[in-house]
């Protein structure tokens, strides 16, 4: 058998073929077993559960932050404050959320002191947060995110049940416009099924992760690493923070939980490019490999299987004649192409959605490609006003005396 004869263009057609019925047909199959085998425990609340400040950074989120702290003060738990940090904002971001609060004495407004040098954005409007917070449990969440009602006890009492030091979650998405629905699933579980959940939640291993949507953490272990200030500069801050954490033999604890919160990301395509370019290539150690890898593993898994199809339905006679029996060949080809779709239709069910736009499958993937590659080839990134170099933050302001 040599290259170039039918049969030896059978038995590649047929490896490849049956490697990806394999990889989509195991992962279609498993997705379920992946949900329960990483989904948040259930744990009795104790009483009186531990005081907790719920610290939210805002930054231009008037799209957002009402329904964020009307969430948050629809919480059942029992001790809390809420402290909004407005970084800046330029959009009534303060006085939405204090409207949301009608009053409600738990939440306070602080506008943010100007960035240091050397800090980013976030991290300095959480640790201004931080430094004002009474809570025993300090839960961060993003602007962006609703809770649940019953998700901060919940998560303060699997804290305690599990004795960990840091607690974080996926939750659901929020999608509105069609490029969310398309791409946003696709990238977020892109991410998901890169993180080692199992070797994050087991002691003694070096992976850490967390999600900086919502991150819930003891007060002490916080400030015995130094808190914000240790990724001070990170537009990653979440996941440095995470490995900080478990640097300092911290017990960190990562669950599945789509009915914890949901989170709107964004909310058109040019939102989900710039947002995902500025923190994706990040996670991945700014190693060009890694991203060059996982464009490989689209173009073979996802984006070779339609162009093979492609080129067999519009031009047969190329690629046809090659094939023996063109129709069984067409077939488990076809079969290839779906099982991402199927794939992606399970863990749409999973976390609640119909499943409807399924067929985006590959449109989603075609987005997360675009993100890589133009991680790749840019350097410098922006994010609501402020720039991101080789992904550390460049101050926009001077100093503040003091800090």
């Avoid at 919480?75 to 959009?91: A, C, M, N, Q, R």
């Avoid at 939750?171 to 416009?177: F, I, P």
């Avoid at 995470?242 to 789509?258: I, N």
């Avoid at 490989?296 to 094939?323: D, R």
Wanted: aromatic share 8%.
């Amino acid at each position: 058998m040599k290259w170039g004869d039918p049969e030896f263009s059978e038995l590649l057609l047929g490896g490849y073929l049956t490697m990806l019925t394999l990889l989509w047909g195991g992962l279609a199959a498993g997705a379920g077993r992946w949900a329960t085998r990483f989904a948040m425990p259930e744990a009795t609340s104790p009483s009186p559960l531990p005081s907790l400040s719920v610290l939210i950074p805002a930054r231009n989120e008037a799209q957002n932050i009402g329904a964020c702290i009307e969430a948050v003060l629809a919480s059942d738990h029992p001790d809390l404050e809420v402290i909004v940090i407005d970084d800046g904002s330029t959009d009534g971001t303060a006085s939405i959320a204090l409207a949301a609060a009608a009053g409600d004495g738990r939440l306070r407004v602080v506008s943010g002191r100007p960035l240091p040098e050397g800090w980013a954005g976030k991290p300095w409007a959480c640790h201004q947060a931080a430094a004002m917070a009474r809570g025993e449990h300090l839960l961060f969440i993003d602007a962006d995110v609703q809770i649940h009602a019953s998700a901060a006890r919940r998560a303060s009492a699997v804290l305690l049940a599990e004795k960990l030091d840091l607690l974080s979650a996926f939750g659901s998405w929020l999608l509105g416009s069609f490029w969310e629905r398309a791409a946003i699933p696709v990238i977020g579980w892109f991410i998901r099924g890169a993180t080692d959940i199992a070797a994050v939640n087991q002691a003694g291993r070096p992976e850490a992760f967390a999600n900086g949507q919502f991150i819930l953490v003891r007060a002490t272990a916080y400030r015995e690493v130094g808190g914000h200030e240790a990724v001070r500069s990170e537009v990653l801050e979440d996941v440095r923070f995470a490995r900080v954490m478990k640097q300092r033999a911290h017990r960190l604890g990562l669950y599945f939980a789509p009915d914890l919160y949901r989170v709107r990301l964004y909310r058109n395509i040019r939102e989900i490019l710039d947002g995902y370019g500025k923190n994706l290539y990040e996670g991945m150690g700014r190693k060009p490999q890694v991203a060059l890898i996982a464009l490989l593993f689209l173009f073979i898994t996802v984006g070779a299987p339609w162009l093979a199809l492609g080129v067999a339905l519009l031009h047969p006679p190329m690629v046809l004649t090659a094939m023996g029996a063109p129709a069984p060949w067409l077939a488990w080809l076809s079969l290839t192409c779906l099982l991402p779709m199927v794939l992606r239709f399970r863990l749409e069910r999973i976390e609640g959605r119909s499943g409807a736009l399924s067929w985006t499958q590959l449109l989603g993937n075609g987005v997360l490609a675009l993100v890589l590659l133009r991680a790749l080839t840019t350097v410098r990134t922006t994010w609501k006003g402020r720039e991101f170099h080789d992904g550390k933050a460049v101050s926009d302001g001077p100093k503040p005396e003091g800090s």
